[in-house]
């Protein structure tokens, strides 16, 4: 699994369930909004604007791209170790 919570920003992507109510939409909202708090922490706290390293994230359709918070460079991450 790659590092830097790019998994979870992965999955948060994939969520796709919306909920038969507003309480249910209310919780899978919650539940996304979670998934991308990692990678976006993570961004932040190295000084960079957290929606856009998301972004830039989840424009890259690859599994182990990310963003690696130490060089401030996009990349594999299982690569850069």
């Known amino acids: 699994v790659a590092g830097g919570g790019v998994a979870l920003l992965r999955a948060s992507g994939n969520l796709k369930a919306t909920g038969a109510n507003s309480d249910q939409a209310a919780g899978i909202n919650i539940v996304r909004r979670a ?38 460079e996009y990349g594999d991450m299982i690569a850069m170790g």
Do not use: C, H, M, W
Not at 43 to 68: C, H, M, P, R
């Open 35 to 72: 998934l991308q708090a990692p990678a976006r922490q993570i961004a932040a706290n190295a000084g960079a604007e957290a929606s856009i390293v998301a972004g830039k994230i989840l424009d890259n359709k690859g599994a182990t791209f990310g963003y690696n918070a130490q060089t401030g």
